[in-house]
């Protein structure tokens, strides 16, 4: 079964600091991974995927995150935070298979003051 | 276009009476359903997922049961809610690849 592990449950940043968000995930097969985002009072969205090729993909809003297999994991970066960037953000895993279905982490709950 | 609709929004119901949210999507075809909950510092779970009309998978057991009555309809129901029933109950779709298109999400208040 795969599993999806988030390191921090809450991070607090100032406006301009470097933001890294820990994701590491268990799955015996080949992966496709997910950051999504929900700000506050919305929808759960998308920031970024990977599904292959390039390891360091890019998503909207100045995100990043790289796949390093070895490590098993999906780090999201974003070097200059915003106020803007408070929100919940989600690391999820789907493995290759038709039959695998979308697993999240806890989540991380990211607050910038201004 | 695609969309997904989720009501109600907001919902606040007492212990032990029934429950019924309802999720459509417009603009694709047998598309893959599910239902995730989301409860305060445990992420998004993921309780039942569809691949057809009448074809239910339940990930977790639990005091909830879905139906999927038409192919872009998908219910998820209880009929007795209890306490931990509380939190935040999304629908999402995969109408194909590995992208998930999730609805606004109801928040339930069990009292």
């Known amino acids: 079964a795969q599993s999806v592990s988030q390191h921090n449950h809450h991070v607090i940043l100032s406006e301009a600091a470097s933001l890294e968000l820990g994701c590491n995930y268990s799955?015996?097969?080949?992966?496709?991974l997910f950051w999504y985002v929900q700000y506050p009072g919305q929808h759960l969205q998308l920031l970024l995927k990977?599904?292959?090729?390039?390891?360091l993909v890019k998503g909207i809003k100045g995100f990043e995150a790289e796949f390093i297999k070895s490590k098993f994991s999906f780090n999201l970066r974003k070097p200059s935070v915003q106020w803007s960037d408070t929100a919940e953000y989600f690391c999820?895993?789907?493995?290759?298979?038709?039959?695998?279905?979308?697993?999240f982490g806890k989540g991380t709950m990211l607050l910038v003051s201004p | 276009s695609q969309t997904i609709h989720q009501w109600p929004a907001t919902l606040v119901q007492p212990v032990g009476s029934p429950l019924s949210l309802e999720c459509t999507v417009e603009?694709?075809?047998?598309?893959?359903l599910y239902w995730y909950r989301q409860a305060a510092g445990r992420g998004l779970q993921l309780l039942f997922y569809?691949?057809?009309?009448?074809?239910i998978s339940s990930e977790v057991p639990q005091n909830l049961s879905a139906s999927r009555p038409q192919d872009r309809q998908f219910i998820l129901s209880s009929k007795k809610l209890l306490l931990s029933d509380s939190g935040f109950y999304l629908c999402?779709?995969?109408?194909?690849?590995?992208?998930?298109?999730f609805g606004s999400g109801t928040r339930l208040t069990v009292v």
């Open positions: 999402a779709w995969r109408a194909g690849g590995y992208g998930y298109t």
């Open positions: 799955y015996g097969g080949t992966v496709n």
């Open positions: 990977y599904f292959s090729g390039d390891p």
């Open positions: 999820a895993v789907i493995g290759d298979s038709g039959y695998s279905t979308l697993t």
């Open positions: 603009g694709t075809s047998n598309p893959n």
């Open positions: 569809s691949v057809g009309i009448g074809q």
